[in-house]
């Protein structure tokens, strides 16, 4: 009788089963998605045609409601959602701007605001960027004053955005590096993560991740993670996509308030944007299978790659250093494009006249036909349905359009460029809702980043990406405007 030896495999230890990445979805009824279809059509029609009677904050309180909806119509299926992972949620996004926006304590003849709190971390972002102006002044000299060039070219002054809003990211760059190589970032991260996987119900890795994006890339937070990518279920793996959509990195924080966003809008969004990315993601892709780090908020536990603090801050450099090149020139080459599609979109009117269209039949035919222009009338429910006053709608809807088309850092340029010409461009409440709805890496690009960068953690789910791309684009962006609109409910 032949008896198997010590190196073969009993029954006992066969090969573990492959992971199940997702269970069985019941898909959304049809009736169902028509039904909250009529119902957003309805609260967005009711909402215009009462704008003169709710006003502003009439609008927010419709557009909750609205972008809420237009998740929910697209859910893959509604009957499988965890509707405590929503509520928490909720609730959590709401005491976050609460807290920043209204919430006040009183101790004795002492007012304590965390909207003072956040607005003195918004000071100190301001000071990190002092700092870096006083390295770009040693190596650039007065071309990193531009208050000095505006004197000597007068009206004909251009802003030097390379020696002025580039050189931040390299500083901030090395110093999240710093801080990472010292542990204060994964302590932070870890302390967000453990109060969302208490309260919301979701994984530990993909918490931990979307948590790592208040302070991290799109690409980077998922590093803290990477040894449970491949492994995850096609929820989490949705989640993780749909949170760098929603938010934006530390140093990108630092060059949006440089541009003139105001601090507290953006510090804001970014901690805002964990719970609701989560809870959307959740709510638009259920999770159907257990997950591996359920109910545990998991990081993989690496010591430093760095030998020393110099050897981080070196390498945040050199980070910051291609960083800052890809944002040049990626805005070289967009805005050459826009002002390309502008020059041919406003040739369309005067070639149809000169090919002997009768003047009549193109009067509702702008002169100066534009991207802005389109995106504009696209984007205006959008932008009207975040609380936006009624003169101000198709000016933020342009810039909503540009962020989505091209990028954030376009459409903060063009921001920063028209309020620099009039500082009454537009009023201070839609100035700060636009801050909320433009921090965030939604666009077309950064799905093609998104891919590459955790396609390289997991080569064997890339085709799980690419099919979620454009789906976690979407939810991401909306994301973005459910912020701005929670704030302009409580302006």
């Given at each position: ?394 000016k933020v809807a342009s810039l909503l359009g540009s962020k989505l088309a091209i990028n954030e850092h376009f459409a903060y340029l063009q921001f920063k460029t028209l309020k620099a010409a009039d ?69």
């Amino acid at each position: 009788m032949h008896t198997p030896s010590a190196e073969q495999p009993t029954v006992a230890e066969k090969e573990p089963a492959p992971p199940r990445f997702e269970g069985t979805l019941p898909p959304t009824p049809l009736a169902w998605r028509c039904s909250i279809g009529l119902a957003i059509t309805a609260i967005a029609l009711a909402a215009w045609g009462l704008q003169t009677t709710i006003g502003p904050r009439g609008q927010a309180f419709a557009g909750l409601f609205f972008f809420f909806g237009l998740v929910a119509l697209f859910s893959k299926s509604l009957s499988a959602v965890n509707w405590r992972t929503v509520g928490w949620g909720i609730a959590l996004q709401f005491l976050l701007a609460w807290l920043v926006l209204k919430g006040e304590i009183q101790i004795g003849s002492t007012l304590y605001s965390f909207r003072k709190a956040l607005e003195w971390v918004g000071g100190g972002v301001k000071a990190v960027i002092t700092f870096s102006d006083k390295g770009a002044e040693f190596v650039f000299g007065n071309v990193a004053h531009p208050e000095h060039l505006a004197e000597v070219f007068g009206k004909n002054f251009l802003f030097p955005f390379v020696f002025k809003a580039l050189p931040p990211i390299l500083f901030v760059s090395a110093l999240f590096t710093l801080l990472y190589h010292w542990g204060i970032v994964q302590w932070c991260v870890r302390i967000m993560a453990r109060v969302m996987v208490k309260l919301m119900k979701t994984s530990g890795a993909e918490t931990v991740s979307v948590s790592a994006n208040v302070f991290m890339g799109q690409t980077e937070a998922p590093l803290i993670i990477k040894a449970y990518v491949p492994r995850m279920t096609n929820s989490e793996l949705f989640t993780l996509m749909v949170s760098g959509f929603a938010h934006i990195s530390g140093g990108m924080m630092v060059v949006y308030i440089n541009y003139g966003a105001d601090p507290t809008a953006v510090l804001t969004t970014c901690v805002m944007a964990c719970p609701c990315s989560l809870y959307l993601a959740k709510l638009f892709y259920p999770e159907t299978v257990e997950p591996e780090t359920a109910a545990a908020a998991h990081t993989t536990e690496e010591k430093s790659k760095f030998t020393n603090g110099i050897d981080a801050v070196v390498a945040g450099t050199r980070d910051g250093l291609q960083l800052v090149l890809n944002v040049a020139a990626m805005l070289i080459v967009f805005v050459a494009f826009v002002a390309m599609f502008d020059t041919l979109l406003g040739a369309i009117k005067p070639t149809l006249l000169g090919l002997g269209i009768a003047p009549g039949s193109l009067a509702g035919w702008p002169d100066d036909l534009s991207l802005g222009k389109i995106f504009g009338w696209l984007f205006s429910p959008a932008a009207f349905l975040m609380g936006i006053e009624p003169d101000d709608v198709p000016k933020v809807a342009s810039l909503l359009g540009s962020k989505l088309a091209i990028n954030e850092h376009f459409a903060y340029l063009q921001f920063k460029t028209l309020k620099a010409a009039d500082p009454q461009y537009m009023s201070a409440r839609s100035q700060i809702l636009t801050a909320f709805a433009l921090t965030g890496f939604a666009n077309f690009a950064s799905v093609g980043i998104q891919l590459g960068g955790i396609g390289a953690m997991a080569p064997q789910r890339s085709h799980d990406l690419a099919r979620f791309g454009l789906r976690a684009l979407f939810v991401g962006f909306v994301a973005t405007l459910l912020n701005a609109a929670v704030a302009g409910l409580m302006m």
